[in-house]
């Protein structure tokens, strides 16, 4: 098993000189990086190994070689995403207990009030080379610590050790079949376990990184072209407003690039249909993983009836449904070395039972191996004793133009104990009613799913990594 | 359209199966073969929708024919 740091070293070791990361202001060949990661950790030496050093910065090539320092050091990386509120970050640090807190010299305001005992906090540009003596870390150390994003509770610490990432980074290379050959555009913050994964794959097998600080389409698709990428990393949304918003000579960008990698439980079959029709040869592919449990499937969409699948279980991983009804349906179970033994600190508790985690997902599998995930197993609504998964509504309800997005929650009911709530964030110009909904709803649904109540609402509530937080909803 | 017509969509709509030579403003909820609990709580949802109006729970009990829900939801706007 390798350390995280073997990545940049080798790869510097093989081509020294190939581009290995592009931002808007810099570019950096591989011996180049790796050279500035190892004055960084420099500094971070006086640090003891295994001290947490907490980092905020945006996607820029100063939180890779700020990251990697740490990294190289033997110190843990506790990754910040820019958005996140205050509170968070003041329950994140209390959690984390830091030595030392890192921040770009932009988000230096957000980190310079903070509290807490024998705390250092320094801007990047403070960090000086230092004399100091190498360190290496062991495979079985924790090289790095999330958050959970909080969309189903308070925000859990997700200690990753190396060996754990170097398992989930060679089935991302292998399965996706990365090389040294790539050109990877990544408008997506490295602080979340997709952006950070994309990376350490980048690093691994020696290809370009292109960073951009934000996903907006125009940008997106004029470094395509730009840089000759060959692979985007991506959020449904961003994918789905590329494809809706912009035609023919912009998406012609899109056409030569051999993979478009995304990461949700749900993407919508319309987007993934239209990125098709534009991609020449390339693939689009997406998994399904938990911050606990990182990339645990990958689904290639090469076949239209697997469409709303997130695909077969990754090498080396097991996953199994536990305690399917009638239907096959159950919570989906994890077991493999991309699970996390424990929540920081054991904070909480691990929720496994015999090495398998209880993800809290409900899903199935269909006869040919492929997982479909049907929501949370908190979030099912009973309707009178009928079960209805709230993703199977939202996905019915998406469909119709004039909607953003949707969510469907239980609201309580005198008759039938609990029934469908549906939340519906209208696009732009919509003129779309409940009563048109319903009407739908009515047509394409058994009865006890349509919804019972229809709230129109400006936008969702979300957490710091723009996931809607569904249990705010609820009654 | 008027009132009555908007009501009477409401029942196709709620009723996907009903045919114009069905529909019969008199006709009981208990000659519907598909009018069952769950259908009793989309007819009075939609209702609720499409007029921006809210149902007590006496009012949504005594619903039992096209012509109830007309009358109904008259009183209501």
Partial sequence: MNTINRFLIDSSKANPEKLALIDDDSKFTFSELEEKVIKFSSFLNQFEEKSVISLLFENTSEFVISYLGIINSGCVAHLIPTGISQSNLEHQI????PKLVLSSDSYFHRIKDIELKNLEKLKFSDVKELSSKNKTPAPTDYAYLIYTSGTTSTPKGVPITHSSCDFSTKNIAKTLDYSQNDIDLLPLQMSHSFGLGCLHTSLYVGSTLVLQK??????????ITKYNVTTLAAIPSTLSNIVSNYYDDSLNSLSNLRLIITNSTFFPPETIRKIKSVLKTGIVATYYGLTEASRSTFMLFDDEKKIESVGKPSDGIQIKINDENNDGVGEIWIRGPNVIDNYWKKEYSENKSDEWLKTGDLGKFDSEGFLYILGRVDDLINVSGEKVYPQEIER?????????EVIAVPMKHKSFG???????KKSRD???NSGDILAYCIKNMERFKVPAKIEFIEDFPRTDYGKIKRFMLKE | MNLDDDVKKIFFETFPLLT???FDWEKLQNNYEDWDSFAQLNLVTLTEAKFEINFSDDEITSINSAKSLLEITKSKL
């Fill in chain 1, 94 to 97: 209390s959690s984390a207990q």
């Fill in chain 2, 20 to 22: 114009e030579s069905d």
């Fill in chain 1, 418 to 424: 609990e029934v469908v709530k549906l939340f519906v």
């Fill in chain 1, 396 to 404: 019915i309800v998406k469909v119709l133009s004039g909607i953003d």
């Fill in chain 1, 430 to 432: 919509s003129k779309i």
């Fill in chain 1, 214 to 223: 934000n996903p907006k389409p125009t940008d997106i698709l004029e470094s």
